[in-house]
């Protein structure tokens, strides 16, 4: 299969920064707690908190830069940034399906080319979900059972990257 041909493993520089975006937005969910300890011990304002928390992750610039538009809904408060990372992973994951699904459908493919595309949907479809119901516990965390609905939000964002790299992969 030449380079110019749709395939998951050659997908577009967005599609590619978007899946490093995941990446982000996994790890920003591993260290709020670590960022909400240092926003009790110094005052930061939005863009320093935006900052210091997407310097934990593997990409920061691509981090800050992607979460900075959002810093009036994110202030200092590692929930809204955790949700903030995830409500763009998940519209970024719809549109990443969608334009997948189309080029799964271009007459032009081979049968090969269109039987990957098209699982690569299915991942993403998947991977949607797991964003979904990760930004619903989000938004019930308080109560006795927080550790147990963190855990699935962890478990929902870890299906999620792994469905990426076995796309990614081709596999």
């Excluded at 992750?57 to 900075?68: N, Q, R, V």
């Excluded at 059972?145 to 964002?157: A, L, Q, R, S």
Aim: net charge negative; hydrophobic share 35%; proline share 3%.
């Amino acid at each position: 299969m030449d380079s110019s041909t749709p395939n998951c493993h050659g997908l577009s520089t967005f599609h590619i920064s978007f899946f490093y975006f995941i990446v982000i937005a996994s790890t920003l969910l591993c260290s709020s707690t670590a960022t909400r300890d240092l926003t009790k011990k110094s005052e930061f304002n939005t863009s320093d908190f935006i900052k210091t928390s997407c310097s934990t992750t593997l990409y920061p610039k691509l981090c800050f830069e992607t979460l900075s538009p959002y810093s009036n809904s994110i202030q200092t408060n590692p929930m809204e940034l955790a949700n903030s990372a995830l409500t763009v992973s998940l519209k970024g994951a719809k549109s990443t399906t969608n334009k997948i699904a189309k080029m799964s459908k271009e007459e032009s493919l081979g049968a090969a080319e269109a039987h990957a595309l098209t699982d690569c949907v299915e991942n993403m479809e998947d991977s949607v979900d797991e964003l979904q119901k990760s930004l619903l516990e989000m938004k019930n965390l308080n109560g006795p059972d927080f550790e147990e609905k963190m855990g699935n939000v962890m478990t929902w964002v870890c299906q999620f990257k792994s469905g990426q790299v076995i796309m990614d992969r081709g596999s």
